[in-house]
């Protein structure tokens, strides 16, 4: 639909504005995908692959860079959510000739 955007994400994190010492709730991620069309061939998804594994190990040096494996506090998450309307996923397949 035209009124609709493909892609919106929204962060929301939670504060105190007095500095008092109240528990605070996780902060929240929350993706809507709209009328999206994926396709999933061999190269696309190596590609991914390729990404993802570069990415997580980026993350992982810049936890090590600035300390953040050895925090004192108790460990916090993220809520996430992605909801997604009208997606497509296409899966090509080779076509065999018959001889």
Do not use: R
């Not at 696309?44 to 953040?68: E, G, H, P, R, V």
């Not at 925090?71 to 296409?90: A, Q, R, T």
């Amino acid at each position: 639909p035209a009124g609709m955007s493909a892609i919106h994400i929204e962060f929301t994190e939670y504060y105190f504005p007095d500095s008092k010492e109240f528990p605070v709730p996780c902060p929240n991620l929350y993706v809507k995908l709209n009328a999206l069309q994926f396709t999933l061939d061999p190269i696309s998804m190596l590609w991914m692959n390729s990404f993802s594994l570069d990415l997580y190990q980026t993350l992982q040096q810049f936890k090590a860079i600035y300390k953040l494996n050895n925090s004192v506090k108790v460990d916090e998450h993220v809520d996430f959510c992605i909801n997604g309307l009208m997606l497509k996923f296409i899966i090509p397949v080779d076509k065999k000739v018959a001889a």
